[in-house]
């Protein structure tokens, strides 16, 4: 079976009488044409976008099959990340932050407010954002949710 096509989301679809299955992309896989994975029931699938995809990812909950009373619907798995708070007496740190994070061609995202922000977790990138004024870091994993990205591309980016 080959997916091809984003169908929409999956909580603005009719799933009456239909089986539902996910497919785990991890958020560094989300902006890849091509994947070969098993769906949570065992099932072979292939994916194969076009180029949008390159631009747009594929996000949790988006249906990338639907056929024959059959949903496969893309999931992405928590993982490991550091969040970073900005004390209130620190705005401007916000910008340091972002500029650090950003210099390092890491995905960036909001936290659950204005002063937090959400970055992949490697361990010298925590020890860097521990050392800035004002600002805290703690990793932890959760989900990265893609309509809350900063950056203009979360690709995985090394020189």
């Known amino acids: 079976m080959i997916c091809t096509t984003i169908y929409g989301k999956l909580a603005n679809m009719d ?25 949570n029931t065992g099932r072979e ?18 249906v990338i099959y639907d056929q024959d009373n059959l949903l496969i619907v893309v999931h992405t798995p928590p993982c490991e990340v550091i969040a970073v708070h900005v004390a209130p007496d620190h705005p401007k740190m916000a910008a340091k932050v972002c500029y650090e994070i950003g ?11 204005d ?19 004002g600002v805290t870091a703690e990793k932890r994993v ?17 020189h």
């Open 15 to 39: 799933t009456t009488g239909k089986t539902i299955e996910t497919v785990d992309i991890e958020w560094h896989e989300s902006f890849k044409k091509i994947h070969s994975k098993k769906t």
């Open 45 to 62: 699938i292939g994916i194969r976008m076009g180029d949008e995809v390159l631009t747009r990812g594929l996000y949790e909950g988006d």
């Open 103 to 113: 210099n390092r061609h890491a995905a960036l995202f909001w936290g659950e407010d």
């Open 115 to 133: 002063r937090t922000f959400v970055t992949p977790y490697n361990e010298p990138m925590l020890v860097m954002l521990g050392k800035l004024h």
């Open 142 to 158: 959760q989900s990265l949710d893609f309509d809350h990205r900063i950056s203009s591309q979360v690709h995985n980016h090394h």
